[in-house]
């Protein structure tokens, strides 16, 4: 499975050769609920065909979703649904993500990829991750305030601590005296000491290759704030080895193993939220300060002009609002009645068109957004 956080927004917002395909569902995690999942995909591949017909009618359709209706053939992959699937492709790229919510169901034959559903996902203020870690296991989940999933690790992360007992570890312990027992050594340090000596050995160098790898395949993508979900003792471990700057100090002191996703998703909001809170409260101020200073607008039109020069540094976008309308090459903009199924929502326009241009985005709940407008923005000058 690919991964979002590695790929959004810089390989999906990139230049691909035309056709582009883009497919949206809602899937689900029960049966017998997610048996229509793949048959409504089959419907949305079926879009597809007629949406490459008429666009672009020289191209070989069947070679272009043959990798679509695989996946729509493949039982086991449709046993493992979170709340949404986006499956997008270009001549030489195909991805697919599960998703933790669910997406307006839709298929898009374009010359781009149709990325706009992903963003709202993805740039959420109040996202963060958590490291559950023993011994013997490690596993990766994110989420936010409302609702967390445990994640796929990236390939290079190991996973269990069988994965890391390599010939370095071999090495170090034979380099140490239990690896060569001296006569009447047994006895004065006894076969558990030894044992426990190997044990140290092998949980150190697993905490050490997860925390490099976590950080190189997951922090480094999302930025997000890392809690650490593990016994004290191990706690003491993995700090003492981590070079991650996303580990925060405050920590979920219990075996992970011993918790539910939605339990450790409870006990990490309540832990994180005095930290989101402080930075929603820092944005805020700084977009004050730079509204002052005519640096800043909560003016969509301002703020559209603006992003097409490209002088967007922050945008923040309100939750779950929508702003019917258009906006023209040179960047001015058509509203749209508030009830009409416009094609575009001008503020996932906007926050597409920041990304693009190198700025950040970020989702934050209505109550604590200034201006009513639905969107408020710091420039770079």
């Known amino acids: 499975m690919d991964q979002l956080e590695h790929d959004y927004p810089d390989l999906l917002l990139g230049a691909y050769p035309a056709p582009c395909l883009s497919v949206y569902q809602a899937t689900h995690r029960q049966f017998p609920d997610r048996q229509q999942d793949p048959i409504r995909f089959r419907n949305l591949i079926r879009s597809l065909e007629a949406g490459l017909q008429q666009k672009y009618p020289d191209r070989d359709a069947d070679a272009l979703l043959a990798r679509f209706r695989a996946l729509a053939a493949d039982a086991e992959f449709w046993e493992h649904n979170l709340e949404g699937l986006a499956v997008l492709a270009a001549p030489g790229m195909f991805r697919v993500y599960r998703l933790p919510r669910p997406v307006p169901e839709v298929a898009v034959v374009g010359d781009s990829l149709h990325t706009r559903p992903l963003l709202r996902i993805v740039q959420s203020a109040d996202r963060f991750q958590i490291l559950g870690l023993d011994r013997h296991r490690a596993r990766l989940f994110e989420g936010n305030r409302d609702r967390m999933?445990?994640?796929?690790?990236?390939?290079?992360?190991?996973?269990?601590?069988?994965?890391?007992?390599?010939?370095?570890?071999?090495?170090?312990?034979?380099?140490?005296?239990?690896?060569?027992?001296?006569?009447?050594?047994?006895?004065?340090?006894?076969?558990?000491?030894?044992?426990?000596?190997?044990?140290?050995?092998?949980?150190?160098?697993?905490?050490?290759?997860?925390?490099?790898?976590?950080?190189?395949?997951?922090?480094?993508?999302?930025?997000?704030?890392?809690l650490l979900a593990a016994l004290p003792e191990h706690q003491r471990l993995f700090r003492a080895l981590s070079v991650n700057p996303q580990l925060i100090a405050t920590a979920i002191d219990v075996n992970p193993e011993a918790l539910t996703p939605e339990q450790l998703r409870e006990r990490a909001w309540q832990l994180l939220k005095p930290w989101y809170l402080q930075r929603l409260a820092g944005m805020l101020k700084a977009f004050a300060a730079a509204q002052a200073a005519q640096h800043g607008s909560t003016d969509l039109s301002d703020v559209a002009r603006t992003a097409d020069e490209g002088r967007v540094a922050t945008l923040l976008l309100e939750a779950g609002r929508r702003v019917p309308g258009r906006i023209d090459a040179a960047g001015a903009v058509a509203f749209a009645q508030p009830d009409a199924a416009a094609d575009e929502d001008l503020l996932d326009v906007l926050g597409e068109r920041v990304l693009r241009s190198g700025g950040e985005v970020l989702v934050v709940p209505a109550e604590r957004m200034p201006g009513t407008s639905g969107l408020a923005a710091i420039y770079r000058y």
Request: hydrophobic share 35%.
């Open 149 to 226: 999933q445990e994640i796929e690790l990236a390939p290079q992360v190991p996973r269990t601590v069988d994965q890391v007992v390599t010939r370095e570890v071999e090495r170090d312990r034979a380099s140490r005296t239990y690896g060569r027992i001296e006569p009447g050594a047994m006895g004065r340090h006894g076969a558990s000491d030894v044992k426990q000596d190997a044990i140290d050995v092998e949980t150190e160098q697993f905490f050490r290759q997860v925390d490099r790898a976590v950080l190189e395949y997951h922090s480094r993508a999302t930025g997000l704030p890392l």
